[in-house]
Each structure stands twice: as C-alpha cells, then as structure tokens.
C-alpha cells in the first residue's frame, strides 16, 4: 500500500453493479457514509499489513438494499514508477464478486471488472432477531417436552 491519507467511506449501488459500475463515478444509489481515515508513512507498507481506520463507524450492511460499494479516496499518495494503476491494495480481476470504477489525475476516469480484496475484522455481534429465535425454539422445546411427558 502506497504512502498517502486514505478515507473509506460506504454505501449502495444499484443490484447489478458488480463488473457494470460507470466511470462517471457516480455509483451510489444512497450514500456515502462514512468508514474513517487512516494514514500510511511515505514509502507504503507491505503487502499483509493491517490498517486500522480513525473515526472507524460500525455499519449494518442489509444487502436487501442493494450492492455494497466502498469508497477509498486517496491524497497525497507516494508517486510510483509506471504512473498507471491506483497501487493501494491487492486486485481481484474475475470481474465475478467484486469490480472498481476509479480515477486518476493524469488518466481520467475508468471501470474494469477488477475490484479490491476487502476484508473486515472485528467483534460480530448477533442481531437481536437471532436471540429471539434461539429463546423461542429453547421454550418450544421446553413445552414440547412436558407436553409428549419426556423427561
């Protein structure tokens, strides 16, 4: 990952989206919501690095709403050699999960069917609903038990 400030922010694209994204940029069928920041040191990191996000906002994804789209937006990012690409994270170039539209100051605007590998960490949390299920079916069986006299 290139030296540079990053800020990650999400939001919906229209169902569809994936390896169909215009290169207006302009994307999101709602949104963008903020992810958070994060800073690399001139130079970059390697590949396999963590970067930890500031101002990081939990976010509930319902992909009934639509496809996810995340947002990286780059300044003052180390410059590299060939002065093509967009060089901050490893590409997924099967056009089948994932895929980008980007921009480049000296190229303009494009779309391909790559896309970044995106992986989040962190402490998931079972939605309510999922607790209400667990204790209904624990009372059914609870009742079911007395009922058909099974000890």
């Known amino acids: 990952m290139l030296g540079g400030d990053y800020a990650f922010e999400w939001g919906y694209a229209p169902f569809g989206s994936v390896n169909n994204l215009n290169s207006n940029l302009l994307n999101y069928s709602s949104g963008p919501f903020s992810l958070g920041t994060a800073f690399v040191p001139s130079g970059g990191v390697n590949y396999g690095s963590t970067l930890t996000l500031s101002g990081f906002t939990p976010f509930d994804y319902n992909p009934g709403l639509g496809d996810l789209l995340l947002e990286v937006a780059v300044s003052n990012q180390d410059i590299f050699a060939n002065g093509t690409g967009n060089g901050y994270n490893q590409a997924?170039?099967?056009?089948?999960?994932?895929?980008?539209?980007?921009?480049?100051?000296?190229?303009?605007?494009?779309?391909?069917?790559?896309?970044?590998?995106?992986?989040?960490?962190?402490?998931?949390?079972?939605?309510?609903?999922?607790?209400?299920?667990?204790?209904?079916?624990?009372?059914?069986?609870?009742?079911?038990?007395?009922?058909?006299?099974?000890?």
């Open 92 to 151: 997924d170039y099967s056009g089948s999960v994932t895929s980008r539209a980007y921009f480049l100051t000296s190229n303009g605007n494009h779309a391909d069917a790559a896309g970044l590998v995106t992986t989040f960490n962190g402490n998931i949390v079972p939605e309510p609903s999922s607790f209400l299920l667990l204790g209904g079916g624990l009372v059914a069986l609870v009742k079911g038990r007395k009922r058909f006299g099974i000890k």
